[in-house]
T-cell receptor, first 110, second 113 residues
Framework: EDKVVQSPLSLVVHEGDTVTLNCSYE??????LLWYKQEKKAPTFLFML????IEKKSGRLSSILDKKELFSILNITATQTGDSAIYLC??????????FGTGTSLTVIP | DGGITQSPKYLFRKEGQNVTLSCEQN?????MYWYRQDPGQGLRLIYY???????QKGDIAEGYSVSREKKESFPLTVTSAQKNPTAFYLC????????????FGPGTRLTVT
């Protein structure tokens, strides 16, 4: 059965800490992996990863994909309270089928 | 088991036909949402409902309609007016507007030919 598993389920850190969020998957006919940030509205798209080993960066956020070991990580450096959110990982398979993880809830304490 | 269900997983329709996608939740959540996911794009909000008998348009509501007659159910109708209906549709629910923790269903892949 195709699935996407995120860990940890929740995380509490202090401002300035660096966090790493994990996403592992077992999806047949993988096409891409997507990361989203979800606050009190529709999830915001962060990254789409298709190739192994190529890091994508946006400010303090970065992500990388390992297609051999079937996982991705999302790093956030120098965390701020505004980073508090749920981070979703999703995998796209061929045929435009998507599988979403349950998310990691991040809380950044001042 | 509590959760949110969508059916069917795959749906095929001919162009010009309306089609209704099912979304049911037994989490006692007040709010429910419909999103559309296209390749290479983020999730886009179609409609959402914060309470029974009330719903609001999202960013891409044209060509879609919803109803919220029961708390547990939030069906989405893709009408023939929707110009590009083939997509992956995701339903979600949450406790309410103050909660950003949305629970997602498994999705329905709609193909219109």
């Amino acid at each position: 059965e195709d699935k996407v598993v995120q860990s940890p389920l929740s995380l509490v850190v202090h401002e300035g800490d660096t966090v790493t969020l994990n996403c592992s998957y077992e999806v047949t006919n993988f096409r891409s992996l997507l990361w989203y940030k979800q606050e009190k509205k529709a999830p915001t798209f962060l990254f789409m990863l298709t190739s192994s080993g190529i890091e994508k960066k946006s400010g303090r956020l970065s992500s990388i994909l390992d297609k051999k070991e079937l996982f991705s990580i999302l790093n956030i450096t120098a965390t701020q309270t505004g980073d508090s959110a749920i981070y979703l990982c999703a995998v796209e398979a061929t045929g435009n089928q998507f599988y979403f993880g349950t998310g990691t809830s991040l809380t950044v304490i001042p | 088991d509590g959760g949110i269900t969508q059916s069917p997983k795959y749906l095929f329709r001919k162009e010009g036909q309306n089609v209704t996608l099912s979304c049911e939740q037994n989490l006692n959540h007040d709010a429910m949402y419909w999103y559309r996911q296209d390749p290479g794009q983020g999730l886009r909000l179609i409609y959402y409902s914060q309470i029974v008998n009330d719903f609001q348009k999202g960013d891409i509501a044209e060509g879609y309609s919803v109803s919220r007659e029961k708390k547990e159910s939030f069906p989405l109708t893709v009408t023939s007016a929707q110009k590009n209906p083939t997509a992956f549709y995701l339903c979600a629910s949450s406790m309410g507007d103050d909660s950003y923790e949305q629970y997602f269903g498994p999705g329905t892949r709609l193909t219109v030919t």
